[in-house]
């Protein structure tokens, strides 16, 4: 399908103004420059009572003026009024609603509907900015030997949609950068459709940092990451953000992912070491704040040899 243009769209909210509220990308001619076709891109976004932020998401997905699209949206049993705004743009999207299973489990259903050359994952409370399409459609043409392609990430608080931003991440994606910072992250990401094809999918038993996990496993599975600068995605933060909700649950994922990470084999031995060496120093800042429950589950795995 190929993207709507703004005057075809619903009216934005009273006072909603610039991307993607009142502007647009201009519609891509049928062809890329080498002449050959775009490839068909897929976005697939979960949702869980967003109503406030979900239209932002949608409308930046229509409004890349793209040959070639789709938006799989998974609404995991919803009890707000989410579904009576995704209804607005029925026509240009594909809305499956489910019973609660949790984000991971609907991203995986997205994943596996989507049809998709690119497929992208977009959070309900986040959104691409204008050019995203283009610029990484263009990169994995050029550069096909690469199974995801990066940009730049931008984070802001809640409504507050302008610079300085909260962070702003533009990287070559590496082992040793990822030990240290999030590095890539979804909201700017396109995976090759043979990533779904091999079978890398998200772990559903993870809740939190289910993201970080799947990068790097997808790292060391030998899948190749590109850096797109021209590709820009948004991150909200705000007091609901899922993050800000249950943090030692979130802290208490990642100690048992790290853990395991300190043990791979596929993982460079120093880079372990390293591993190990920053799981320490998070044990002991949860310790200082008395997050209890991480001290008595995790202690005996910290004084072990990798």
Not at 86 to 115: D, M, P
Request: charged share 25%.
């Amino acid at each position: 399908m190929r993207s709507p243009t703004l005057a075809m769209l619903p009216p934005p909210p009273p006072g909603k103004t610039g991307w993607p509220w009142t502007e647009e990308t201009a519609q891509l001619p049928d062809l890329t420059p080498n002449g050959q076709a775009w490839p068909k891109i897929s976005v697939v976004t979960p949702i869980y009572n967003q109503e406030q932020f979900i239209e932002e998401t949608i409308r930046s997905v229509l409004l890349q003026g793209y040959p070639d699209y789709e938006h799989v949206i998974i609404n995991d049993g919803s009890t707000d009024c989410s579904l009576a705004v995704i209804e607005k743009y029925a026509q240009w999207v594909k809305c499956i609603t489910q019973k609660n299973s949790g984000q991971s489990a609907a991203l995986n259903h997205g994943f596996r509907l989507a049809t998709g050359e690119l497929i992208g994952w977009q959070n309900s409370d986040d959104f691409y900015g204008p050019d995203n399409f283009k610029e990484g459609a263009l990169a994995s043409v050029q550069s096909p030997d690469f199974q995801i392609y990066n940009g730049m990430a931008r984070g802001f608080w809640e409504f507050d949609f302008r610079s300085p931003w909260l962070f702003e991440e533009c990287n070559e994606f590496t082992q040793e950068l990822f030990l240290n910072k999030m590095c890539v992250m979804n909201q700017s990401m396109f995976f090759r459709r043979v990533v779904f094809e091999q079978g890398a999918f998200i772990k559903e038993d993870m809740h939190f940092g289910m993201d970080i996990e799947y990068f790097w496993r997808l790292s060391l599975e030998g899948f190749r990451y590109k850096l797109v600068p021209g590709m820009i995605g948004y991150y909200r933060q705000h007091k609901k953000a899922k993050s800000n909700s249950n943090v030692w649950r979130g802290d208490l994922e990642l100690y048992k992912y790290y853990r395991e990470l300190c043990h791979d084999q596929r993982l460079d031995r120093e880079l372990r070491r390293q591993v190990r060496a920053g799981l320490r120093r998070n044990f002991l800042n949860s310790f200082r704040i008395a997050r209890r429950t991480i001290l008595k589950k995790l202690a005996w795995e910290l004084v072990l040899p990798v």
